[in-house]
């Protein structure tokens, strides 16, 4: 098993362009979510899916958007990347009933 | 507001040396809190969860105790293998996880 699986690993954007981080994860959990983490001020929740065909908003959501394309896909979308935006985004997977999470290895995004 | 504060920010101990981390939080209706562990340039790893006070949770060198205002994380003659970032992670009733700043920790040979 992969566990959760994240793309790309590095990216470098110039500010006002847009891209797409893409999540996927083998284990089978219903909900997923987005974190973004800085320095000094922890994990901070962008999105999350509680299961297939939702998605609300966690403590961060301005400026992005997601989808959850199936059970194991669940995507985040910068349409105007700004230089705010530059972090390390992680996406983590839980089973519904117990709710530990499970991280992927992290996008490190930098918006110039 | 919910609130999940780690102390202290940074630790660091020579191998051998045991000491505890500490994680309060101010969450009504603990529904669960969880302890793991992140290395630089990775994701958070997850070590335990907690439900109620006075559970515990060991793995090794480490053990999780929880009351009802606070947990623990101890370390017990820890190696350098152990040096990391420790989080913290509190699920209220509402349904959103709270994740504390985390504990640097560093093990020195």
């Known amino acids: 098993n992969a566990g959760v699986t994240q793309t790309p690993k590095f990216q470098v954007l110039k500010t006002g362009q847009s891209m797409t981080l893409q999540c996927a994860q083998d284990?089978?959990?219903?909900?997923m979510y987005w974190y973004r983490q800085d320095p000094g001020m922890g994990l901070r929740l962008i999105y999350y899916s509680a299961s297939e065909g939702t998605t609300d908003k966690g403590e961060v959501p301005n400026g992005y958007n997601v989808s959850r394309l199936n059970k194991r896909e669940f995507s985040l979308r910068l349409e105007s990347a700004a230089p705010s935006q530059t972090s390390v985004y992680f996406c983590?997977?839980?089973?519904?009933?117990?709710?530990?999470?499970?991280f992927g290895p992290g996008t490190r995004l930098t918006v110039t | 507001e919910d609130q999940v504060t780690q102390s202290p920010e940074a630790l660091r101990l020579q191998e051998g040396e045991s000491s505890s981390l500490n994680c309060s939080y101010t969450v009504s209706g603990l529904r669960g809190l969880f302890w793991y562990r992140q290395d630089p340039g990775k994701g958070p790893e997850f070590l335990f969860t907690l439900y109620s006070a006075g559970e515990e949770k060991e793995k090794e060198r480490l053990k999780a105790t929880l009351t009802k205002k606070e947990s623990f994380l101890h370390i017990t003659a820890p190696k350098p293998e152990d040096s990391a970032t420790y989080l913290c992670?509190?699920?209220?009733?509402?349904?959103?996880?709270?994740f504390g700043k985390g504990t640097r920790l560093h093990i020195l040979p």
């Open positions: 284990m089978n959990h219903n909900s």
């Open positions: 992670a509190v699920l209220g009733p509402d349904d959103k996880i709270i």
């Open positions: 983590a997977s839980s089973p519904r009933e117990t709710r530990e999470q499970y």
